[in-house]
């Protein structure tokens, strides 16, 4: 490859490259639905999958997506590697580049340690999510997903709904969906709320009540039990009195509105089970939906990213 | 894909689809002896292998019978997963669905697991082991390997020894043997035998002595330690007394009669060591023609689920 | 395959057979330079990466040989497989074989174990690395490093330098030189000194400065505290003393002279890390040169396996 375009946070897109890239998740999302899935565009270009943290939708997600695109996959992760041996990341990446692989999908916990090692080595970087702070493909395939629900994006009304101070899917969602025109709010309690607020060129609300009516999108995140530390939060009853979605506030919707999640779902905390099952909510849920568009938009940026951006 | 064939167990599979298997099984166990061991057959389709307990054979098993085919592989196992993020196992199933894989073979510590997971998706599913209940892969390449070492099936008598109670692969070989007319007996202590022993239409007996010279198959199973609660079974010595196969027993076997384990083998407990080197009797041993026949045996099954059971 | 050739150390290869490996390695060293990185020299074939002991650049190295050669490879790690059934490694070996893969690479933590394996069974294998005894790639991508370098082998004198006690990287290093012309000195405190000197024709030294200034290659080995007794090695500080490399000794270093390191490099203990950034140091440095190599003399290696050695 001629170039290195690191792909860290939304923000290392412009407008026009995502939506270019949107375009092209279009025509990799007709390829999934054919009997014959793969095209030939990376044949013989290798992806490094390394994960830092343990994943299992977004790391088979860019795994198939690479795989669809005919790159062949090397997956790599924490355990089981010389990680053991004291080895730094530092050395680690160099030595993927020296072997000559083509990109580095990664994955981990700390916020901004993605960025570093993109920095240091001269092979491109995908940010898998790190920490706290970024998840820019989760980002685009949340983006792809309400502009096919509704086939427009600006003036859209985005209820996020939960631990926005821990989730990186929040960050980067609220930043793009800004850029693109969208009308954000997030609906936490003040605990859950990020200290500088002033930041999020957003509306803030603490019930889920306050939007429900008029939100186009629910975007539900995932309670992050694993980045807290104990008595941080409300309980869990407090949480579902202020913030659970369940078939009463579901059916207060606008009739087009969709229910959104970055998945897994902690089932009946940020949704209660019987959405799940109930005829008329079923088709306004979309988490399946990311998942698929996820694959697709990730194949077109891996695509972008080995193109160097052009076009 | 048009259609959604679930194979959980033997059942799940008529009389002539277990004929039309084994038949193509052949003409893979063929490619198998080629210096190009690949046939084009599934190119494209991506197979999910979902092991949610420890394995090697089977495992790569299907994983090399999948490539030998021209599938991509994802390898997923419960450690290293998001598991730990409390994912249930249906939002596992239907990511990977909504990923758009094409087939998912599952093992899975429960009995009837699998069955569960099946009926909850509308992607196919191969089961490759649940429990104590059902291994019909196991089966399939038991009675292909029978088939090849004898050129016929019906009328041969077949000794399933050991520890049936807690064997997944006893289960389906029984139900499977006896539906192709074979006629099988089980020796096992009764501390050994299954509790509904009516509903397996076999003979019985305890010890080893009492079929070894009529038997054309002697089939010994693996002690399933890792199922077993301890004090349970007989000491090592009370089973080597009435079970094992030592080289005075093989010696009393009929000339063309074959001995039969679905590995790995416990030396000395099953199998007496000494017999693995012994001329006469290595020639009855097809452990590793199992094996080979295994790949060829899980191409044939996934030609046959991706054909949605056809011709 | 009509052949079964085992690489355990590189006493298996003539001096003929190493330059045929070397030449071709030049070829496949080209090939990772293009845009297209892949020769379907290996197409269908599978090779099984076995590693019974933690490793991410020997592991990946082979991986990505092996498909930029076309093959298949299934990955097997001593964790999640049927280890824990009390499987023994000659019946994992018969398994691998009856389900015709076509060659197995194996490390494991034991010195002698990868020959006894290969002895054992009738497929191909490549030593990836045993204990202390022998890391036979590991040597031919070192010597093809140095030829690279120099281009010439004869005559050069080598400086291996650390704990020669434990490393097999060393003793494969050390053999291969000395066949191949070259003039090799250890240097080592009296505790890392191998027991039987005699068996190695080099010279010795007990600090660097001793040999600093006319080796054309100094080769500085990782310290194995993974292989370690508590207590039993000279404290980082006795060794940064006598034995690390510091930017006041690389200075003294002959024009010429290049740096090498099996990696990881344990930064400040083996090497000085700011050595990594001073101008006129940088260039001496060859480590990811080596890993670069490392895959095209793997590919090099498999190839000649493959082909029966012949040509």
Known sequence: MECKKDIIDVDDLKIKEVEQILKNADSFREVLERDIKKVPALRAKTVINMFYEPSTRTKISFELAAKRLGADVINFS???????????????????????????????????YVNYLAQNTDIPVINAGDGRHAHPTQALLDLYTIKKSFDRIKG??????????NSRVARSDIKLFNRMGMD?????????????????????????????????????????????????????????????????????????????HPGPVNRNIEIQDCLFSEKIIQGKIKINEQVTNGVAVRMALLYFVFNCGEK
């Open 184 to 260: 954000v709010t997030i609906i936490a309690p003040s605990m859950l709320m990020p200290e500088n607020m002033e930041m999020y060129q957003v509306h803030t609300a603490h019930k889920i009540d306050d939007v429900i009516k008029k939100a186009d999108v629910v975007y539900m995140l995932r309670m992050q039990f694993e980045r807290q530390s104990k008595g941080y939060y409300p309980s869990i009853r407090e949480y579902c009195r202020f913030l659970s979605l369940d078939l009463t506030r579901a059916k207060k919707m606008k009739e087009e509105a969709i229910i959104m």
């Open 78 to 112: 924490a355990s089981g590697s010389s990680l053991l041996k004291g080895e730094s990341d530092q050395d680690t990446l160099d030595t993927i580049k020296a072997m000559k692989a083509d990109l580095a999908v990664i994955r981990h916990k700390n916020s901004g």
């Open 156 to 165: 859209l009304k985005v209820a996020i709904v939960g631990d926005i101070k």
